[in-house]
């Protein structure tokens, strides 16, 4: 175990992050959150994102960027842009994990979704980290996918084991009254027993404004955002068939492609926004939070990130949620639309021009989020502060009573 003086707690937090920004995005939110509060606290991210480098990061937090890598439409993972293979790409993943774990030597661990990480890439460093007395917590989102899906999924990959036998406290980003990401699933009481629901994660603004852009509109817009833009072309390419379709739509509309959307396609969708007076895009902006304060609504698929952004700034929202690969969308929205606190439309594989223009004309209609009263709706990173301190406040405790019988 590495020896030397510490200045204050540490926190290491894994992102596996093979595609898109929901991942990255959620541990920079708590990561934030941690040092604002934690004055002495350091906190190191590793991830996998290949535009980790883009985001800002707050003083006493830092990243480790290991190899990325892809996953197919076959399910099957290929390294991002190393030409080596999938297993040489993993092995090294986990080697760099481990050394990284074992010399910034946290108090704390924090593995964001995948219990064992991309292809069991944290199992060697979770043992390690679990023979020092080191606590380890799963963080989950709110939604995983249905439960028919995610069950053998986490059978093929033996995770019970881990959290039975490593995992301290498994933290749920969300509400049970909204979405219970292990339900329906067979769990033993001894798992059930680490959950603690949170609450979701409140967003604010950042820092540094969102860039200024020669296509932001003039005036009040609707934002459509279709997340990283792996998946979010379908979103994109019916707001647009809406807007040719009803000239007379009255909002401006400010489309955020997201940085992995396909280059030609962006290009395609840049022309086509440009032949519209009304409508306005831009690629990407690492302070997205900025332009979704500023909106009069928003139109987006749904991810985690963003719906914790539609309550924290309290936006009209109408979610059209994505149903393939995971329904993890589509739950979230559809539970979401039932408590009032969003809208939902669901793709109908047409893309009916009518009924995309239609929604976002009524968008102006909606109740606010805030209409709805859900307590501790947005307490996910107070909650995730006292959970950090109690476990840091315990391990303290403990080194002490060892110290106090070692010199008796």
């Given at each position: ?5 510490r ?34 606290m ?8 290949p ?11 830092d ?12 399910g ?7 030409h ?21 030597d ?23 980290l ?12 709110d ?18 084991p ?26 033993p ?9 949170t609450?979701?994660?409140r ?33 994109i ?19 955020v ?5 396909n280059?030609?396609?962006?290009s ?16 990407f ?22 719906f ?44 009916d ?29 107070d ?7 109690l ?10 009573l060892?110290l ?5």
């Amino acid at each position: 175990m590495p020896s030397g003086t510490r200045s204050g707690p540490r926190i290491l937090i894994y992102s596996h992050d093979t595609f898109g920004l929901g991942h990255l995005r959620r541990c920079r939110a708590i990561a934030h959150a941690l040092v604002e509060r934690n004055k002495s606290m350091s906190v190191l991210i590793l991830s996998g994102s290949p535009i980790i480098g883009s985001f800002d990061f707050r003083t006493r937090v830092d990243f480790v960027r290991i190899p990325g890598v892809i996953k197919l439409r076959n399910g099957e993972y290929t390294p991002l842009s190393l030409h080596m293979d999938i297993e040489q790409t993993i092995e090294l993943r986990a080697s760099i994990i481990q050394h990284t774990a074992d010399i910034f030597d946290p108090d704390i661990f924090i593995v964001d979704k995948e219990p064992l990480g991309l292809r069991g890439e944290v199992g060697k460093t979770l043992e390690m980290l679990k023979a020092r007395g080191t606590p380890l917590v799963l963080g989950l989102r709110d939604v995983m996918d249905e439960p028919a899906l995610l069950a053998p999924e986490w059978k093929r990959k033996n995770v019970l084991p881990a959290l039975e036998d490593l995992y301290d406290d498994i933290w749920v980003y969300g509400l049970p009254q909204i979405c219970d990401p292990l339900a329906d699933i067979s769990l033993p009481a001894s798992v059930r027993e680490k959950m603690v629901f949170t609450g979701y994660l409140r967003r604010s603004l950042p820092a540094v404004p969102a860039t200024p852009s020669i296509n932001m509109p003039d005036g009040p817009y609707v934002m459509v955002t279709g997340g990283g833009g792996g998946d979010g072309e379908k979103l994109i390419e019916w707001v647009l068939r809406g807007y040719e379709w009803d000239k007379t739509l009255p909002h401006n509309a400010l489309l955020v492609f997201g940085p992995f959307m396909n280059a030609e396609r962006q290009s395609e969708y840049l022309e086509r926004a440009a032949a519209l007076p009304k409508v306005h895009a831009i690629t990407f902006d690492a302070h997205i939070e900025g332009l979704i304060a500023h909106a009069s609504g928003l139109v987006a698929m749904g991810g985690y990130n963003t719906f914790c952004e539609i309550l924290s700034f309290d936006k009209r929202a109408l979610i059209v949620p994505r149903r393939v690969p995971r329904m993890e969308q589509y739950i979230r929205a559809a539970r979401a639309n039932s408590l009032g606190l969003v809208n939902m439309l669901l793709d109908d594989e047409q893309l009916d021009p009518e009924a995309i223009a239609t929604a976002i004309r009524q968008l102006p209609n909606q109740p606010l989020p805030s209409d709805v009263v859900v307590p501790g709706l947005l307490d996910g990173l107070d909650n995730v502060n006292r959970l950090v301190n109690l476990r840091l406040n315990r391990r303290k405790q403990r080194s002490h009573l060892r110290l106090v019988e070692e010199s008796a």
